[in-house]
């Protein structure tokens, strides 16, 4: 690669068709910019610029490297930026905006890692309902923004998404634990656990077993994620979640989850997202590609059953 003053140098006089007056931005004596380009033209074995009575004006062979020269610029200064913020993972703050039942697994576990190897960098993580996410990540109050069945808007971003299927949740005690998979009827004749109508898995899940003709009142509802996950693993309950939602407790045996096999109980989407056209900060950049294989992997840990 070119020497990085002899680029600057070749691309101000393609700028101001003048080796005067490159040398005055430069501050540089223009025999020294003409010495330069002179070695530069020999080198390649072309003229890099006519020589007018007004001026310079670049030959094509001239406008192949400058454009080449201005490429390199910009990928330098898009690196210097990068090592700037590498230095800066020492300190600063990042913000993520998610969910409550992804707030108590997944998300902690991944921020854990991360912060283990950037102790001094802070981690915030902001629970709130979806629309919040959306507004939070919009407005730059947040970073990154992590949720299911986020509202489109072409104010974000989307850097990962996967349709997560609800599964059966319920202690590891249960009488269907050891099941490969369940039907919607398998789960019918015990406790069942809902979301309240404020969420939108309760529509999920509701609208399933009325396409199923199975006829059942849900003997417990909540806008809680984590209070509907300690009453599947208090007692024969069965709550309806992703694997997102439970990956801490399958992991320490607290719950298990298994698949359901009637297909409609998809359309649980789960997404990462950031303001569309922000650039993210070397931190954040880094963060989001710890939990997008955070995420990976959970989504890989269960094949669609048939």
Not at 67 to 80: D, G
Not at 106 to 122: G, Q
Not at 167 to 184: D, F, M, N, Q, R
Not at 271 to 291: H, I, N, P, T
Request: proline content about 5%.
């Amino acid at each position: 690669m070119l020497h990085s003053r002899v680029l600057r140098y070749i691309d101000e006089v393609a700028r101001t068709g003048s080796i005067r007056a490159a040398g005055q931005k430069l501050n540089i004596a223009p025999s020294a910019i003409n010495k330069h380009l002179l070695l530069l033209e020999e080198e390649i074995g072309e003229p890099l610029f006519e020589r007018l009575p007004r001026g310079l004006r670049l030959t094509p062979a001239g406008e192949i490297l400058v454009a080449h020269i201005r490429r390199t610029i910009r990928e330098y200064s898009q690196v210097e930026a990068e090592i700037r913020d590498l230095k800066n993972l020492e300190a600063g703050e990042l913000i993520l905006a998610t969910m409550n039942g992804l707030a108590g697994g997944i998300v902690p576990r991944t921020v854990a890692s991360f912060c283990a190897r950037h102790p001094r960098l802070k981690v915030s993580i902001r629970v709130m309902f979806a629309h919040d996410v959306v507004k939070s990540v919009e407005e730059g109050e947040a970073d990154l923004g992590l949720a299911f069945n986020l509202p489109a808007t072409p104010q974000l971003e989307t850097l990962w998404k996967h349709d997560t299927r609800l599964g059966a949740v319920l202690s590891p005690a249960h009488p269907l634990v050891g099941a490969e998979s369940l039907t919607l009827a398998h789960c019918a004749p015990y406790p069942l656990i809902f979301a309240d109508r404020t969420m939108l898995i309760h529509d999920i899940v509701d609208r399933a077993f009325e396409d199923l003709d199975l006829g059942v009142e849900p003997s417990f509802r909540s806008n809680s994620i984590e209070a509907m996950k300690c009453l599947a693993s208090a007692g024969d309950g069965i709550a309806f979640l992703s694997k997102f939602d439970i990956a801490e407790e399958e992991r320490n045996g607290s719950l298990a989850y298994i698949p359901i096999r009637d297909p409609i109980l998809s359309g649980n989407m789960i997404s990462l997202v950031q303001r569309e056209r922000k650039s993210r900060g070397l931190a954040a950049a880094m963060f989001a590609e710890d939990l997008v294989r955070m995420l990976k992997t959970t989504a890989a840990s269960h094949a669609t059953p048939h």
